[in-house]
């Protein structure tokens, strides 16, 4: 059962380029699951998705062509035998047994010969890779390029090889002066950021605090938009695109009057559940940037725009084989939109944060040379902030920038 849900999200993600989680949390067998095999089939799944280029080079270097149109799924039955010789170190004879059980399964009785050779070769030649060969052959070239181009071919290896491992576990505690404490009880660090790591592994839910509200989940890398803001006590603040709600927690626990937007039903709604568990309040209001405006000045905004997210794919490596080069102009195009609108919404003398969770320089410090020849009436305050995967958080950008006028 839990090979058969991991082929099942496979087929979805690489084939329709469906989000790997929604594909595996609403899947309807899920609940079937014991909590052992539960945990089995996320680690199978991840590790597939995590480390497919180097999968799929295998599986290739064993086939003269690729299965084409829908028998193109039977690869998916490959790539998980494969993640679970190289990466999980499954017993070879239980992943040659259960991917044949498999394949007859979901109808591809005509290629279990196949199956079973190309598994069996793979086996049989098994070897060490280089980390870095292995970190190469998992970043889509068009991407890898990008990297190369923008921070240099060594910096470029470091954040490849930084998607090999899955991401650390942060969290940001309601009240900063008990991060010390929460590290103790849940046995992580407190890193110079104010950010407690914990060890990854368990359910988050089952954590001691989570429950009544004394921390959320946040990588410090995300935490980093609003300290840049210092002291937002008493004032007025625009948390846009705002769920599900990281940073509006953060501006409430320190006194901020925040009024948080975003256009998703669904994403609000975990952002309500996220003030609810944490005690804080901030006002939401569901609405389109393009369409929306605040009834008066504020006194801060923080813009987190929509962007490619390739700073987290570390913790969704399906972005890795659903996005394209193409989208990276796109959602370019829609940030340099949404921030040229809002800078009309802030006082003069008041400040807007704009920050992606990007490693792409059109979403970042392209787009805020962009904004500045546009607005002569902003200039940056503070240092630009920018973090990459290997650095240990997520990829972030994020600046301040303040109305002279």
């Known amino acids: 059962m839990p090979r058969r849900i991991a082929y099942d999200v496979l087929c979805q993600v690489f084939g329709k380029k469906r989000p790997m989680d929604e594909a595996y949390n609403t899947h309807p067998h899920l609940e079937k699951l014991t909590p052992k095999a539960r945990t089995f089939c996320r680690a199978l799944l991840t590790t597939t998705v995590r480390n497919r280029g180097f999968i799929d080079h295998l599986i290739d270097e064993c086939l003269d062509k690729r299965p084409k149109g829908r028998n193109r799924d039977v690869l998916n039955i490959m790539r998980l035998g494969v993640a679970q010789l190289y990466f999980m170190h499954v017993p070879p004879h239980a992943v040659l047994s259960e991917a044949q059980v498999l394949t007859g399964r979901v109808k591809f009785m005509q290629f279990k010969?196949?199956?079973?050779?190309?598994?069996?070769?793979?086996?049989?030649?098994?070897?060490e890779y280089p980390a870095d060969l292995i970190a190469r052959k998992n970043i889509p070239d068009w991407l890898y390029s990008t990297?190369?181009?923008?921070?240099?071919?060594?910096?470029?290896?470091?954040?490849?090889?930084a998607h090999l491992k899955e991401a650390p576990l942060d969290i940001t505690p309601k009240y900063a002066d008990e991060a010390k404490i929460w590290a103790e009880r849940l046995k992580g660090e407190v890193l110079e950021s104010g950010t407690v790591?914990?060890?990854?592994?368990?359910?988050?839910?089952?954590?001691?605090?989570?429950?009544?509200?004394?921390?959320?989940?946040?990588?410090a890398a995300a935490s980093h938009p609003?300290?840049?803001?210092?002291?937002?006590?008493?004032?007025?603040?625009?948390?846009?695109?705002?769920?599900?709600g990281g940073k509006t927690m953060q501006l409430a626990a320190?006194?901020?009057?925040?009024i948080a937007v975003d256009k998703s039903k669904n994403r609000l709604k975990r952002l309500e559940?996220?003030?609810?568990r944490t005690r804080l309040f901030a006002e939401i209001v569901q609405a389109d940037l393009m369409e929306w405006e605040p009834d008066d000045f504020v006194d801060m905004i923080l813009l987190d725009a929509p962007c490619s997210a390739t700073g987290t794919l570390r913790r969704h490596p399906d972005g890795l084989w659903t996005k394209k080069e193409e989208g990276i102009k796109a959602m370019s195009d829609i940030q340099g939109k949404l921030w040229h609108r809002v800078s009309d919404w802030v006082r003069s003398g008041g400040k807007i944060v704009y920050c992606t969770c990007s490693l792409q320089p059109e979403e970042s410090e392209l787009m805020l040379k962009a904004f500045l020849k546009g607005h002569k009436n902003f200039e940056v305050e503070g240092e630009v902030y920018r973090s990459t995967p290997d650095e240990g958080?997520?990829?972030?950008f994020a600046v301040m920038v303040k109305k002279v006028s």
């Open 113 to 127: 010969k196949l199956v079973n050779a190309v598994l069996r070769r793979i086996d049989r030649e098994r070897k």
């Open 147 to 161: 990297w190369e181009k923008a921070y240099g071919e060594e910096k470029a290896l470091k954040i490849a090889k």
């Open 197 to 219: 790591r914990l060890p990854v592994g368990g359910r988050i839910e089952e954590l001691d605090g989570y429950e009544n509200g004394s921390w959320w989940v946040q990588d």
């Open 226 to 244: 609003v300290k840049m803001m210092g002291n937002v006590d008493g004032k007025r603040v625009l948390d846009l695109c705002a769920a599900p």
């Open 254 to 258: 320190a006194g901020a009057d925040v």
């Open 273 to 276: 559940e996220n003030l609810e």
């Open 393 to 396: 958080g997520d990829g972030f």
